[in-house]
T-cell receptor, first 111, second 112 residues
Framework: RKEVEQDPGPFNVPEGATVAFNCTYSNSASQSFFWYRQDCRKEPKLLMSVYSSGNEDGRFTAQLNRASQYISLLIRDSKLSDSATYLC????????????FGRGTSLIVHP | SAVISQKPSRDICQRGTSLTIQCQVDSQVTMMFWYRQQPGQSLTLIATANQGSEATYESGFVIDKFPISRPNLTFSTLTVSNMSPEDSSIYLCSESTGPGYTFGSGTRLTVV
């Protein structure tokens, strides 16, 4: 089993739709989780950290389910500009701050 | 979070040669990371570079092929040695002062 797994998609949704991505991780001791966004030919950029209690930033909601070892990202009211690849990142346990990246989920928002 | 300047942004190199990629951070950072991202794939960690000690390489990556320098807390280099077409990829550096990780803009390497 890979350390971090994501459905590569693509998810093809109309503007205004709500879309959700999941990411599973294999090491139950992992403590830090993030969602990154990567545009074509660009470097990844932090979208949001994922906290145990769940967190929201505008149209984006991130949640952590430790029992089932997955994190999720929900995007409401999708915009054309949300089209990108969304990378799930899980830090190795032990406080090392060494990240493991999922392969990413591609989102295409169409008019 | 820190800002990282990475160069070169792209290069086309002959097989058998070496290329050194540089990353300059605008503040002092303890840990820097080097990644490779092949087309359609996610980021694969090559090594972790701490100032004053040898880099720690991930499985499948060795110092002879990817020597790394970390002379101070704001700078690091990665060399791709004796290149072959299989080394064609995007190489990225990052740091972890938080939150999360900040990346350089990447080096797109093509080996011919």
């Amino acid at each position: 089993r890979k350390e971090v797994e994501q459905d590569p998609g693509p998810f093809n949704v109309p503007e205004g739709a709500t879309v959700a991505f999941n990411c599973t991780y294999s090491n139950s001791a992992s403590q830090s989780f993030f969602w990154y966004r990567q545009d074509c030919r660009k470097e990844p950029k932090l979208l949001m950290s994922v906290y145990s209690s769940g967190n929201e930033d505008g149209r984006f909601t991130a949640q952590l389910n430790r029992a089932s070892q997955y994190i999720s990202l929900l995007i409401r009211d999708s915009k054309l500009s949300d089209s990108a690849t969304y990378l799930c990142v899980v830090n190795r346990p032990g406080g090392s701050y060494i990240p493991t990246f999922g392969r990413g989920t591609s989102l295409i928002v169409h008019p | 979070s820190a800002v990282i300047s990475q160069k070169p942004s792209r290069d086309i190199c002959q097989r058998g040669t070496s290329l050194t990629i540089q990353c300059q951070v605008d503040s002092q950072v303890t840990m820097m990371f080097w990644y490779r991202q092949q087309p359609g794939q996610s980021l694969t960690l090559i090594a972790t570079a701490n100032q004053g000690s040898e880099a720690t390489y991930e499985s499948g990556f060795v110092i002879d092929k990817f020597p790394i320098s970390r002379p101070n807390l704001t700078f690091s280099t990665l060399t791709v040695s004796n290149m072959s077409p299989e080394d064609s990829s995007i190489y990225l550096c990052s740091e972890s002062t938080g939150p999360g990780y900040t990346f350089g803009s990447g080096t797109r390497l093509t080996v011919v």
